[in-house]
């Protein structure tokens, strides 16, 4: 299967690019290529463009105002990732809000 | 190299590389996202298999294969190589080669008498949206030294004998700049298309350790 990549994706601007090292994604859990992986593959279906999902990436972006290179506290990358992906299936009617769990630990 | 900056040199600054969070963390949220998951199968919408796949696309999306499109279009059109040698960055961007972020590409020309080579002494700046992942050997301290100080010999050690009257150029990457060669145009290639030539553009050929292939028989 030879499948394209989207270079909106691929290239987003300073402040949203995906991190990389050496040009390399970087992952750090299994979980953050996952949230990659769904919020790629619903925009390949059509659900949003890639511009809508950037949007709501940059302003969970901003409204952190934790430095993570400093505070590694602070919701990485892959959080406001998830954030911003939780909040377009909502908006889009996708998933009802209540049926996701919005960073509250499953019991 | 300012000391106060070691990391500088490498990468763009991305804060969220070293990032980790703590493993009560990282539980709850590879569970939050587990459920979305099947969430999103339930629906219909995802299938499991395909999603590491998909991930692998993108970690392989940054081939050599890049660059060699863009040596191809140089090779069959003169305009775009004039602005390809004018300002890489932006001739790249023309064929959607993108991802630099905020260094510069420069494109260096081989000729019938310069042979350019790329470097970093430093450490390992390389082009990767036009080069993919740079090899294992542009990283040894053993290339990034010998290189300035005897690039004839290390490109005698890639299989390239150059004629003494053939001046190599050694062109040394930074975090500002990356360098690319842009190989000459093999003999015998005049009926070719672009995806045939750019068959014949491998990676080492634009670091400049080797030549263009010749076309096959």
Redesign the interface.
Known sequence: ?N?K?N?D???MA?GT?L?????????????E??????A???CE?G?YDWDEFREHLISEIQSDPA???VD?N?P??Y?HW?NS??RLLTEKG??AAD?????T??K | MSESQPHSHNDPPNPYLEKRTSPEDTAALSQRVEKLESLLVEKGLVDPATLDKLVQTYEKDLGPANGARVVAKAWTDSAYKGRLLKDGTAAVKELGFGGLQGEHLVVVENTSSVHNLVVCTLCSCYPWPVLGLPPTWYKDAAYRSRSVVDPRGVLRDFGLSLDESVAVKVWDSSAEIRYMVLPERPTGTDGLNEEELANLVSRDAMIGVKKADPPGP
């Open positions: 299967m499948r990549t270079p994706i691929s290239n300073p690019a991190p990389r090292k050496s040009g390399e994604l970087v992952f750090h859990d299994r979980w290529r996952r949230a990659f992986a769904l790629v593959t619903l279906q659900h430095d993570p290179s590694h602070s990485g990358y959080e998830l992906f939780e996708i998933c049926t996701l769990t919005k960073g630990p499953v």
